[in-house]
């Protein structure tokens, strides 16, 4: 759907796309490196699981919504990508249950 | 400028709180600043720019003529705000501002909600301007949340931040200047645009015509005139477009469309919207400002008096947030509410504010010359905002349908608050952002009256959503504490 324009410059960024590898450039929003990395969808809503994508990129429209590292609903066009960054599609409404058990693995 | 990116390092209370760094906010920042006030300046984003100079200080585009002059312009906002004494709060979230509970008698004093990195705090300033801008308008057709259907504004952001343009085959759609020049930047940083589809309608220059002479005098029309000449040249336009639907499984495969008698479909991966931009009222609304409907911008407008306070003592707008007038007249109107604060706030005299405003007031009227002209031309197509198709999504969150609401309306819903109760529309995380305008117009033209008449979504904070653990980590007040015991 999109591509980066050739000899940008700018160092690389490792994150992880539903547990596959994938790389960014820094300053990305996290929105941004998965437009680059060819993803179709971002989530699925809760109310007919239709795929969506980002869509306004300026924070406005909730489209992009994703998990970023555990934590679900994060509007990725506001959030900076980072080094090591776990990203989740999301399908349908951010579930607290699994986030929840999810600490509770970890801990 | 200091930045801070710690809630905790914020100061308990500011003199001047500025909400959003676009032209209108960098400058009323460094304008406030500059008369010795205490100013924060809050923003989502990671770097100073809005969106209209989204990225200036960051952008790998280096080839200036890619984005264009007007674009680079921006440098000179930064500055000033980088070499002023404001405080800059990057990637910080505002979900509320309302009267101060407590403290000194300040009439005005506000108490705003903030959000940095998932820790929330409450803060206070004797004076809030928000800059909040624009968003472009809803462009409510069928297909149009599939993936692959982006705002064109939403393309032009990945461009500025991330040097992203549009791979395959790619449509553009709608009307507006911003239309042609979110076009030219794509094309000149080498996206192909296979056809702009202009949905402008045949009778408006029928009404434009009469606000031309302002328009000929105004550097509009060199701009103009470069961006048409430019789009002509190696790309298909179709004007006088009646009707577009995308169509699509996973994503969006193709575009039809109708100009004329004729239909016409064709493959597409990538599909840009845009039929202008709208104020962005979500924060004006939940504050309590007194919202006009303008029947030119076809959008609603908040109440300001002359240094953009509004019917909220201490709560000024600047910028397109008070009415579109582009991005160089947001960063006079700026300035002009950090006049207009500074003054209340016993820094500047009467005198001393108007005379330190008469210039910039000069500017703003010759910036502004013109507008009119293209708010007429460019005023959208019915088609576009009150969808006919049944089908169309109109509420993208909760996934409501235009035939939805007209059912609706017909059981004697006869606004957007009830209609909230009835089919949950605006309900879902974007607050009425994306439908708000549709619904409204949606619901007046199905009872055959103004969208005045019918209002719109009474909004109310957060007005970004925060998590229960930020709110439940606020310090609380005795008598709210008090307020929930038994």
Not at chain 2, 113 to 141: D, K, M, Y
Request: glycine share 12%; net charge positive.
């Amino acid at each position: 759907m999109f591509r980066r324009l050739p000899d940008l410059g700018g160092e690389t960024v490792n994150f992880t796309i539903d547990g596959r590898p994938a790389t960014a450039r820094l300053g990305d929003t996290v929105a941004a490196a998965l437009l680059a990395s060819g993803m179709e969808s971002c989530r699925t809503t809760p109310v007919s699981g239709a795929p969506r994508a980002p869509y306004c990129m300026m924070g406005v429209c909730f489209e992009c919504l994703v998990t970023i590292n555990g934590i679900g609903n994060r509007q990725s066009c506001l959030i900076p990508v980072a080094e090591g960054m776990a990203i989740e599609t999301q399908k349908g409404a951010r579930s607290i249950a699994s986030e929840y058990s999810a600490k509770g693995d970890a801990a | 400028m200091k930045t801070i990116k710690d809630v905790a390092a914020l100061s308990e209370c500011y003199d001047l709180l500025v909400i959003g760094a676009g032209p209108a906010g960098m400058a009323a920042a460094a304008t406030g600043a500059e008369q010795g006030l205490s100013t924060l300046l809050i923003d989502e984003n990671p770097a100073p720019g809005g969106q209209i100079y989204r990225g200036i200080t960051t952008t790998p585009v280096a080839a200036k003529e890619t984005l264009g002059a007007d674009y680079w312009r921006g440098t000179d906002l930064v500055r000033d705000l980088t070499a002023s004494e404001a405080t800059y709060a990057p990637e910080t979230t505002v979900w509320s501002v309302g009267p101060a509970a407590e403290g000194p008698s300040d009439p005005g004093r506000m108490e705003v909600g903030v959000s940095v990195g998932g820790a929330a705090r409450l803060i206070q300033a004797r004076q809030v301007i928000a800059a909040t801008g624009a968003l472009e308008r809803p462009f409510p057709i069928p297909g149009w949340t599939l993936p692959g259907v982006m705002t064109a504004g939403g393309a032009q952001i990945a461009l500025k931040t991330s040097g992203l343009v549009p791979d395959g085959r790619v449509v553009v759609a709608g009307s507006g200047p911003l239309l042609y020049l979110l076009t030219a930047q794509l094309r000149a940083a080498g996206a192909k645009i296979s056809v702009m589809l202009d949905t402008t309608p045949h009778e408006n220059w029928g009404r434009a015509i009469r606000y031309a002479s302002d328009f000929l005098r105004s550097p509009y029309l060199g701009k103009g005139l470069k961006l048409l000449l430019g789009a002509h040249r190696g790309m298909r336009i179709v004007r006088g477009i009646t009707a577009i639907e995308a169509d699509g499984d996973s994503r969006v495969r193709s575009v039809r469309f109708r100009h004329g008698s004729k239909e016409e479909e064709l493959p597409c991966d990538v599909l840009l919207l845009h039929q202008g931009v709208v104020p962005n009222i979500n924060l004006a609304n939940a504050v309590g400002c007194a919202l006009d409907w303008d029947d030119d911008q076809l959008t609603w407008v908040p109440q300001t008096d002359e240094w953009y306070e509004t019917s909220v003592k201490g709560f000024t707008i600047a910028g397109d947030g008070a009415g579109i007038g582009g991005a160089e007249s947001a960063a006079l109107r700026g300035r002009l509410a950090a006049l207009g604060a500074g003054h209340r706030l016993g820094r500047l005299s009467a005198k001393d504010r108007d005379q330190m405003a008469a210039p910039v007031r000069t500017e703003l009227m010759r910036a502004g010359r013109g507008r009119r002209f293209l708010d007429v031309l460019y005023r959208p197509a019915k088609a576009f905002r009150v969808p006919k198709a049944d089908d169309t999504i109109v509420c993208r969150c909760e996934e409501v349908t235009a035939g939805k609401l007209r059912e609706t309306v017909a059981l004697g819903v006869a606004g957007p608050n009830q209609m909230k109760s009835f089919l949950r529309c605006g309900m879902g995380p974007c607050q009425g952002r994306l439908c708000g305008l549709t619904v409204t117009e949606l619901i007046a033209d199905t009872r055959g009256v103004s969208p005045n008449e019918v209002g719109g979504y009474r909004l109310r904070p957060p007005i970004k959503p925060i998590t229960l653990g930020e709110l439940a980590a606020l310090p609380k007040t005795p008598a709210a504490i008090k307020a929930v015991e038994r």
